[in-house]
């Protein structure tokens, strides 16, 4: 990759909650980080640990949400918005003109065999909230705010003295939410991380180590 070459080391940890601290777990599990090393943190698990989680007991799904939850065809592996607590919060959030305009575009193009128009007009929330799911059935997972996400990364790269980035990546893709001044660049932190080394859901895998070899 540019004739750089890099390492990446998944740690696995126990079981998160909402209780852990997230510096306390990085160093916890990371004992043998190096200078030049990114801390690549999945989005959902510091989310989680920030306290900045939805529960789904605050969303109060209406006949509306229901009723556009029947038009949502869900990737293998994702429910996405057709979970109505999902749906819920996006319409509460984004406002019923955008998702009406969405789903009227998607309508519009999937005869043509266009795909994803829905998310293209609604945004990165609808298209990145998660959770609603085993085995966070209780909470939703929207997409952490890029300023708030920023800060964190700012803090953590100060106390532990290493790169650290917050990313949402998946095996159809994703993104890099937010880096320090010490880490990688978002892009090449995209190209390490394109396969998704810290796979999905159950794998207790919540950071990776990214190092320049």
């Known amino acids: 990759m540019d004739g750089n070459s890099f390492q990446r080391l998944p740690v696995r940890t126990r079981w998160l909650t909402e209780k852990d601290d997230l510096e306390r777990v990085i160093s916890e599990y990371g004992a043998d980080l190096e200078p030049g090393d990114t801390v690549a943190i999945s989005e959902k698990v510091a989310l989680l640990l920030a306290g900045a989680t939805v529960s789904t007991l605050d969303v109060h799904v209406g006949r509306e949400a229901k009723f556009l939850t029947r038009f949502v065809r869900p990737r293998p592996g994702s429910r996405g918005l057709s979970v109505p607590e999902k749906m819920q919060y996006v319409l509460q959030t984004l406002g019923r003109p955008r998702i009406y305009a969405a789903a009227a575009a998607a309508a519009l193009t999937r005869p043509f065999g266009v795909r994803g128009t ?26 952490f705010d890029q300023s708030e996400a920023a800060k964190l990364c700012a803090e953590l790269d100060e106390r532990l003295g290493v790169g650290v980035a917050i990313v949402d990546i998946n095996d159809f893709g994703g993104s890099i939410r937010a880096v320090s001044a010490r880490s990688l660049p978002a892009a090449i932190l995209a190209n390490v991380l394109a396969d998704n080394p810290l796979r999905q859901r159950l794998s207790g895998t919540p950071f990776a180590i990214i190092r320049p070899s």
Not at 118 to 143: H, K
């Open 118 to 143: 829905f998310y293209r007009v609604a945004g990165s929330l609808a298209r990145d909230i998660d959770g609603g799911r085993p085995p966070y059935e209780e909470l939703l997972f929207p997409p």
